[in-house]
Nanobody, 115 residues
Framework: QVQLVESGGGLVQPGGSLTLSCVASGFAFSSYWMYWVRQCPGKERELVAS???????RVFDFAKGRFTISRDDDKNTVYLQMNSLKPEDTATYYC?????????WGQGTQVTVSS
């Protein structure tokens, strides 16, 4: 069974840091691109970062300089390191992969940035 399980969310103060993890199972993780997507309250889902199967990571404009995506193929895990968090980063963060034509999503992990 193809599955993605996120963890690491929580409540953090503005300026703080969190690291999200996504553990994959049921497919050859190292062969697939992985994505972090978020949905802020009342907004559409937006792509946060992507990581190619070759380890080339990209973080999208609003997160540049603050977020870093990485992967550990030995652990079937993709990470999102988030620094200098802002209240507008409050969202549910999802891990995503497209495996053999199927769009696979994790259940999401909530990140709340508030003082």
């Amino acid at each position: 069974q193809v599955q993605l399980v996120e963890s690491g969310g929580g409540l953090v103060q503005p300026g703080g840091s969190l690291t999200l993890s996504c553990v994959a199972s049921g497919f050859a993780f190292s062969s697939y691109w992985m994505y972090w997507v978020r949905q802020c309250p009342g907004k559409e889902r937006e792509l946060v970062a992507s990581m190619s199967s070759g380890g080339d990571g990209r973080v999208f404009d609003f997160a540049k300089g603050r977020f870093t995506i990485s992967r550990d193929d030995d652990k079937n895990t993709v990470y999102l390191q988030m620094n200098s968090l802002k209240p507008e980063d409050t969202a549910t963060y999802y891990c995503r992969a497209v495996v053999r034509g199927n769009d696979i999503w994790g259940q999401g992990t909530q990140v709340t940035v508030s003082s």
